[in-house]
C-alpha cells in the first residue's frame, strides 16, 4: 500500500492539480441501471473500486447484522460460512474474504454473463444452486476474514473479469465517502455520482418466471408476480431473443394497483452499459394498464444486433418500482443462446453432485442437445443427446444422465452444445472442472503499492523503480496455504517468492505480475493482472502533470521524497519557478536559514520551494536539487567529487534525498565512484554535466 505520508502528499497535489486543470465531465445514463445498492440504509463507501491498492471492490461499512440484498436475480455459484471470527483476527486471515456468497446473474453484459460477489459477510442465508430474486435478503454484514471493521466487500465481474460496477449500480441520493484516504477515492465516489443512477429505487417486484408461447422469430417467457405490496404485474411475457427486424417482440403484461391509480408508466429499452435506446412514458390514472397497447412504441423491429435490456417501471401513491428488467439478445442470423444457466463448480469433492439447470432457445428448432462430462484426454465419461424439435430446451432433461457424483479424482470438462434444424452448430458451455480431495483455491489476487491510481486514470497504474510492491490474495478459502511467484513480462523472477517485491530500476519499461498457488491440502494457481510499464518517480509525476495539463514539465515535483527534479549549477531562482508547472502555487525559493532568495540568485542543493495558499499557509515544501552540488553551497567543486567518493567507499552516508540525487551525476542505480569521476571532470570544466 502507499505510505500515509506519500497519500497526505498526494492529497496536496490533487490540490494544486486543481488550480490548473480544465473541468472533467461525465455523461449521466437517466437514471437507469443493471444492479440494486446491496445494503439499502447505508450509503457511505470507505474505499472505492481503484482505491490506490488495486482493490477492484467497493467497501460499504455498515452495524454488525445488516442485512445484505442481491443486486439482480440470478444463482448462488459458491459460498463460504466457515468463519467464525469476527474480530481478533491475524494476519492469517487475509488469506480469505470470510464469510460470502457468490451470485451468477440472469442475462448478459456485452454477450458476456456477470456475477457478484458478498464479502465478510456474519450470515449467509442462501446455499448454492439457490435462486434468488433481486433485493432478496442472502446475509448479514460482518467483519470475518482478514477485516478491520464491519463492512460488506462488493465485487463485480462481467465474464470472469472483475470490473467496475459503477455504469451498472443503483446508488444512494445522500452517497459519501467514510474513509480516511480521501486523495485516493474521492475521484471514484464523484465518479459514482456522476452517473446519476439514483432515479429509481425501492425493491424490485419478485417475478417466478415460467413460460409461454414462442414463434420462430421471437422468445418469450410468462408467469406470475409474486409481490409483498399492491403494486405489481401479471402475465408478463418478453423477450430473450429475437431476430433482427422481427416486427413483434410478443411483449404483454397488465400492471396493477390495489390501493391507488397507476401515475406513471415507463417502459424503456436501454443497452448494457446504460445507454438510452428507445422508452414509452404513460399516466393512466387507472387501476390497471395493459403494456401491450403501448410496447410497439419501443420499436423492437428496429433495433440492430446486440444485446439490451427490456425495463418496465410503474409508479402508484406508494412510489415507484421497477417490475420488469430482462437482457435480451437481437441476432442478425439463425442464433440459439442459453440463459438462465447454472455453472458447475471449478472443484468438486468425490461423491459431490451438481444439479444442471439452463433453457436453450434457438430462433429456428433446435435439432439436437448433447450434454457430456469429458475425461482430460477429451474422451466422454458420460453423456446425452436429445431432440427437442422445438425452439425451447430445459437442460435439467439432461440432469440424471450426467453423474457427476460418481465421478473419481481427476480433471473434466462439462460440455453442452446444441445443433438446430438449419444446420448451426454452437458450444454454450466448455467449463473445466476437478474432482479432488484437495481444496481447490478461487478468488483474485492483485498487487498494491502502485502509482497513484487514485489522481488519474488506471493507466498510471504502473509501480515505482525502488518501490516495494505486495501481493494481495482475497481467496475465498479461510486460511488457505499459498506460495507466491513474481514474474517480469510473463517471466518468473528467481528468488521472488514472497509476499512483498522491491521492484528495482532494471524493471523500467518491463510489466510486473503475481501468482499465488495452493499448497498442502489446497492446489490451484491465481494471477494477477499484469501492471503497466514500470516507471521512475520523476517520470510518474511528469505523466501525471503532462496528462492533466496538456504541457511539459520543465522540473517534476517528487511527491515521495520532497524534491524538484535537478538543475544545474548557475540556474536562478526566477528560473525554476517559472517552469515548475505549479509556479502560482509554488511562490518562492528559500534557502537553508529559511530566508527568501531573490529571482536572480543561483540555486543551491537544500533550497526549498514552498507550496503556499494565500502566500500565509505553508502546506509543505520541496527541496531542490542542483546536480554535482552535494555541498549547497551553489558550486560544483572537487570537494563534492570527494564527498561522492567518500559515499560511494561507504565512508560516510549522505543524510538527505537531495544530497543523494545531487550526487548521482550519471542518474543510474546509487551513487558511486562513477558519479565521483564525472562530478570532478565538472569540476575541472572538462565535461558538463547533464540533467538529461
Known amino acids: ?13 490533487c490540490i494544486l492539480v486543481s488550480l490548473f486543470a480544465p473541468a472533467l465531465t461525465a455523461s449521466a445514463v437517466n437514471g437507469t441501471f443493471l444492479l440494486y445498492w446491496p445494503m439499502p440504509g447505508y450509503s457511505g463507501i470507505s474505499s472505492g473500486f481503484d482505491d490506490g491498492r488495486n482493490h477492484q471492490a467497493i467497501d460499504i461499512p455498515a452495524p454488525q447484522g445488516a442485512q445484505v440484498l442481491a443486486a439482480a436475480p440470478g444463482y448462488v455459484t459458491s459460498i463460504f460460512t466457515g468463519c467464525t471470527h469476527n474480530f481478533g483476527k491475524n494476519y492469517n486471515c487475509c488469506y480469505s474474504l470470510g464469510n460470502h456468497v457468490k451470485i451468477q446473474h440472469t442475462g448478459a453484459i456485452g454477450g458476456q454473463t456477470y456475477s457478484t460477489r458478498y464479502g465478510h459477510l ?13 433485493g432478496q435478503v442472502i446475509g448479514t454484514v460482518g467483519s470475518t476474514g482478514y477485516s478491520t471493521g464491519n463492512h460488506l466487500d462488493f465485487k463485480f465481474y462481467i465474464g470472469d473479469a472483475v470490473s467496475d460496477p459503477g455504469p451498472y449500480l443503483q446508488v444512494p441520493p445522500d452517497l459519501h465517502y467514510t474513509g480516511s484516504n480521501w486523495a485516493q477515492n474521492a475521484g471514484y465516489v464523484q465518479s459514482l455520482k456522476s452517473y446519476n443512477n439514483t432515479v429509481y429505487g425501492g425493491p424490485v417486484s419478485v417475478y417466478v418466471p415460467g413460460y409461454g408461447g414462442i414463434t420462430t422469430t421471437t422468445t418469450t417467457t410468462t408467469g406470475v408476480v409474486v409481490t409483498a405490496g399492491q403494486l405489481y404485474i401479471q402475465n408478463c411475457t418478453y423477450p430473450f431473443l429475437m431476430k433482427r427486424g422481427s416486427k413483434s417482440a410478443g411483449v404483454t403484461g397488465t400492471i396493477r394497483s390495489t390501493r391507488s391509480n397507476i401515475t406513471s408508466v415507463v417502459l424503456q429499452i436501454i443497452t448494457p452499459d446504460n445507454k438510452a435506446v428507445s422508452s414509452v412514458i404513460r399516466a393512466p390514472m387507472t387501476p390497471s394498464f395493459d403494456i401491450a397497447t403501448v410496447s410497439p412504441e419501443l420499436k423492437f423491429s ?9 425495463e418496465v417501471f410503474a409508479s402508484d401513491n406508494s412510489g415507484e418500482l421497477r417490475l420488469v428488467s430482462q437482457s435480451f439478445t437481437v441476432t442478425a442470423g439463425d442464433d440459439m443462446i442459453l440463459v438462465n444457466n447454472s455453472v458447475v463448480s471449478e472443484s468438486l469433492k468425490p461423491g459431490q453432485d451438481f444439479i444442471v439447470r439452463g433453457e436453450i432457445i434457438g430462433i429456428n428448432p433446435i435439432a439436437n442437445v448433447t450434454a457430456a462430462i469429458l475425461a482430460e484426454d477429451g474422451k466422454a465419461v458420460y453423456s446425452r443427446t436429445m431432440a427437442p424439435n422445438a425452439n425451447r430446451f430445459d437442460l435439467s432433461a439432461m440432469d440424471s444422465a450426467l453423474k457427476f457424483d460418481a465421478l473419481p479424482d481427476g480433471i473434466y470438462y462439462y460440455k453442452v452444445s446444441a445443433v438446430d434444424s438449419a444446420g448451426k452448430t454452437k458450444t454454450f458451455i466448455n467449463k473445466k472442472f476437478y474432482v479432488s480431495n484437495k481444496t481447490l483455491i478461487t478468488g483474485s489476487v492483485s498487487i498494491s503499492g502502485l502509482g497513484w491510481t487514485g489522481l488519474a486514470s488506471s493507466n498510471l497504474a504502473s509501480p515505482y523503480a525502488y518501490a516495494t510492491l505486495t501481493a494481495e490474495p482475497e481467496v475465498d478459502q479461510e486460511n488457505a496455504a499459498l506460495r507466491y511467484q513474481w514474474y517480469v513480462d510473463g517471466t518468473a523472477i528467481r528468488g521472488a517468492t514472497e509476499k512483498e517485491y522491491t521492484v528495482t530500476s532494471d524493471k523500467i519499461g518491463k510489466k510486473l505480475s503475481v501468482s499465488v498457488t495452493g499448497t498442502g491440502s489446497f492446489f490451484g494457481t491465481l494471477t494477477s493482472a499484469q501492471t503497466n510499464a514500470v516507471q521512475d518517480k520523476d517520470s510518474l509525476i511528469t505523466d501525471v502533470v503532462e496528462k492533466i495539463t496538456g504541457k511539459p514539465a520543465s522540473y517534476t515535483v517528487n511527491l515521495f521524497d520532497l524534491t524538484i527534479s535537478p538543475a544545474l549549477a548557475g540556474t536562478p531562482c526566477g528560473e525554476l519557478l517559472e517552469k515548475i508547472i505549479f509556479a502560482t502555487s509554488l511562490g518562492a525559493v528559500y534557502d537553508k536559514d529559511d530566508q527568501r532568495k531573490t529571482g536572480t540568485d543561483n540555486l543551491c542543493t537544500g533550497d526549498s520551494v514552498k507550496t503556499m495558499i494565500s502566500n500565509q499557509i505553508t502546506l509543505t515544501r520541496y527541496y531542490v536539487v542542483v546536480l554535482g552540488d552535494v555541498d549547497g553551497d551553489g558550486k560544483v567543486t572537487s570537494s563534492d567529487a570527494r564527498a561522492v567518493l567518500r559515499t560511494a567507499a561507504k565512508i560516510i552516508k549522505l543524510k538527505n534525498a537531495w544530497n543523494e540525487k545531487a550526487a548521482n551525476a550519471d542518474h543510474v542505480g546509487g551513487v558511486t565512484s562513477a558519479d565521483a569521476r564525472m562530478i570532478l571532470r565538472a569540476a575541472a570544466k572538462i565535461e558538463p554535466l547533464s540533467i538529461k
Open 1 to 13: 500500500m502507499l505510505r500515509k505520508k506519500g497519500a497526505a502528499l498526494l492529497c496536496v497535489f
Open 122 to 134: 456474519t450470515a449467509v442465508f442462501v446455499k448454492p444452486g439457490d435462486y434468488v430474486s433481486a
Open 302 to 310: 428496429s433495433l440492430a444486433a446486440g444485446d439490451y435490456i427490456f
